[in-house]
């Protein structure tokens, strides 16, 4: 499970107390399950407090059934979001599902007064709304700190999503290099990734990728480590990843191959993993692509068994 962090402005340095909620990411036909507040025009998804004694999915499953009738069969949690303002953490569990049977809704005083209705909006719509946080800054706070974490989260669960000025840091390596987010850029990357002997190197397959492969590839690596683009001269000329289990994938297309970009991209990237707490890294090289091997050589990687290479950080 991924954790991600958020700091209020107002936040003290310290948290004197902890709340924790739980959520549910309903995607059907490519429209998210959302609760809708009609009284303030506001969206979030379903969930809410967990109580006392109670686990994270049966939180979850309750909160869910109870705003929005939907009896849901769930996994996770996927991702928690933590948030800090004021001297308050507050922890949010998300978890992915799908309905497997109705219920009646049991709404609060407060929901039945704000009109909270159960709605279905596309995903692309509602990440539109979402990506908008900041203009709600100093005007409804409330209304910014929720749309913040449900865009991350969104962002998280389905990269598609991401815009470039998503609140990811770009990484600057020199004045030729920087390391970009993942956000959506399919008209480029897909050109990489139909090069037989890019795929061949990267995948040992001579398969070209189609589009399909394409997203799923990124979604796989954003949900399950960090995953860059790496930005030369201003032009995206390949993508860099860093995996939960400390692996690392560097893919440079061809036309940019041999220029040092890939050792330039792999100490980055050590500096990275070093900040996230790893004590090594490993990257999978096969036996046959010494181009690869070389360049990994020179980033000071020794090779260990197999295709295994490792460098500690």
Avoid at 57 to 65: T, V, Y
Avoid at 238 to 245: I, Y
């Amino acid at each position: 499970m991924k954790t991600f962090s958020i700091y209020g402005k107002n936040y003290f340095g310290h948290y004197d107390s902890v709340r924790i909620a739980c959520r549910a990411i309903v995607l059907r036909g490519g429209k998210l399950l959302m609760s809708y507040d009609t009284e303030k025009d506001r969206w979030m998804s379903p969930g809410g407090g967990m109580e006392e004694g109670e686990d994270p999915a049966a939180c979850c499953l309750r909160e869910s059934a109870e705003e929005t009738g939907a009896v849901l069969d769930i996994s996770g949690p996927v991702l928690e979001i933590d948030e800090y303002y004021e001297n308050w953490r507050y922890v949010t569990y998300f978890f992915t599902g799908d309905i497997k049977g109705i219920t009646a809704r049991k709404l609060t005083e407060t929901e039945i007064r704000i009109g909270l209705e159960p709605r279905w909006i596309p995903l692309e719509e509602i990440a539109q709304i979402f990506s908008g946080h900041a203009d709600h800054e100093g005007t409804d706070e409330v209304r910014r700190g929720i749309y913040q974490r449900e865009y991350m989260a969104l962002c998280m669960l389905y990269p598609q999503v991401r815009t470039e000025n998503w609140s990811g840091e770009i990484r600057r390596i020199d004045d030729e290099l920087e390391l970009v987010p993942y956000y959506p850029a399919e008209d480029i990357t897909l050109q990489w990734y139909q090069d037989k002997e890019l795929c061949r190197q990267v995948d040992n397959i001579e398969l070209e990728y189609d589009l399909d492969m394409l997203r799923r590839m990124y979604n796989y690596l954003s949900v399950h480590g960090d995953c860059w683009y790496i930005r030369y001269n201003g032009a995206l000329v390949g993508d860099v990843s860093l995996r939960e289990s400390g692996e690392i994938a560097v893919v440079v297309s061809r036309p940019y191959q041999n220029k040092h970009i890939g050792r330039r991209c792999v100490a980055e990237i050590m500096k990275i993993a070093k900040e996230k707490g790893f004590s090594e890294v490993n990257a999978q090289i096969y036996s046959f692509n010494r181009q690869s091997q070389r360049m990994f050589e020179s980033a000071g990687f020794r090779h260990t068994e197999g295709e295994t290479w490792v460098k500690e950080t």
